[in-house]
């Protein structure tokens, strides 16, 4: 993959605030290898225990000769703080941070499946006067921030390349929540919402009586989803046993359920140039729309 050096341009190593280990057992013994694995931040902290915990579980039964440890962050911040010290062992990230971390020596060694691709969408008032992009002149759209690939990006692009500019023909608001945005429609706040497919989905499952009354206008190309990448500090050999555990993880109920509520269709063999199209369309946006923000996040 062509190097993303200008991504990284300005952009030292943070140091990470502190956050605990979660794991499923106690500390091993050292005579048996124990790793980091890096898992998105989610709260509250039981929320993220529920969610990657049988994960973290089903790739400790199927890997031999070594162990993998829970560990997360706060924040998205400071998750991507960690990622950028080198703090992780192994670890699950999103397609804008595989780019980030290659440059720091991590590689990758998974993808997630098709139906994990991340992609954008517009949501409106299901009973509204909204029926097609250009119904949004000069209209209100809520986005969660400059720097979400999926939700701003992705969106703005999409709707450029369909006739639509949202900078100078609609009014952006930023809201810094896809839940926010959501709930802003049904109260008739703004009259539409820039958020992830998968920020949809979840609200669609929280908020079913509200999810109700919205509707999706339009949704944007995809982009390839989370990977799992490993530090090149780890040995080859634990590196290999890994990839293929995560694999084939859905071969047995138990993995299957793991992944499940882990929220991840599958896990599939993966390197750098499966993220080439995120590369691409970073470089078409750039071209398109100006500069790419200092920071980013998927969703």
Known sequence: MVACSVLLAGCARQSADYTPLYGSSPTVSNTVSQYSFGVPSIRPVRSLWDRYSQLIDALNHASAGFTLKMES??????????LRAGVFDFAIV?????LLAENLGYTVIARTGKPDRISGVIVTARQGDIHRLSDLR??????????????????????????FDVRKRAV??????????????????????????????VFQHDHPASAGQLIVLWQSDDLSGPAVMASGSVPLAHVRSL???????????N???????????????????????????????????????DRMVAR
Not at 94 to 98: I, K, L, R
Not at 141 to 163: H, R, S
Not at 246 to 251: E, I, K, S, Y
């Open 172 to 201: 952006v608001l930023y809201t810094h929540s896809p839940e926010t945005s959501l709930l802003s429609v049904t109260i008739r706040r703004v009259d539409a919402a820039a958020v992830s497919l998968a920020d949809w989905e």
């Open 94 to 98: 999103d397609p804008y941070q595989v």
């Open 138 to 163: 000069g209209r209100n759209i809520a986005f969660t921030n400059t720097t979400a690939l999926a939700a701003t990006l992705l969106n703005e692009y999409g709707l450029l390349e369909n006739g």
């Open 255 to 293: 993995g299957g359920n793991a992944l499940h509520r882990a929220g991840i269709s599958r896990f599939e063999p993966g390197d750098s140039v499966s993220y080439d199209d995120v590369w691409d369309f970073l470089q078409r946006y750039r071209r398109a729309l100006g500069p790419l923000p």
């Open 73 to 82: 962050a706060q924040t998205p911040d400071t998750y991507d703080a960690k």
């Open 243 to 253: 990839q293929t555990a995560l694999v084939q993880l859905g071969a047995e109920a």
